[in-house]
C-alpha cells in the first residue's frame, strides 16, 4: 500500500524551505498589517512537519 506520509512531507518540506528562504533574503516582503515575519515562522513550521511526516514514513518502514 502507497503511504501518503511519504510525497506530503517531501511537499510540506519543499514549501517550508521556500518560505524559510523567503523569509531570511527578503524579509521585507510580508503581510501588510504586521510588522512579524509570517514567511520566516510559517516556513519553520512547515519544514518541521514535513520532517515529521518523513521521520514517520521511515519508522513505519
Known amino acids: 500500500m502507497f503511504d501518503l506520509r511519504i510525497p506530503s ?4 518540506a519543499l514549501l ?3 518560505l524559510v528562504s523567503m523569509g531570511v ?3 521585507e516582503t510580508r503581510a501588510a498589517l504586521t510588522t512579524s515575519n509570517v514567511n520566516l515562522y510559517s516556513g519553520v513550521l512547515m519544514l ?5 511526516l518523513l521521520w514517520l514514513s521511515k519508522r513505519h518502514v
Open 25 to 27: 533574503f527578503s524579509p
Open 9 to 12: 512531507g517531501i511537499f510540506f
Open 16 to 18: 517550508g524551505l521556500i
Open 48 to 52: 518541521l512537519f514535513g520532517g515529521f
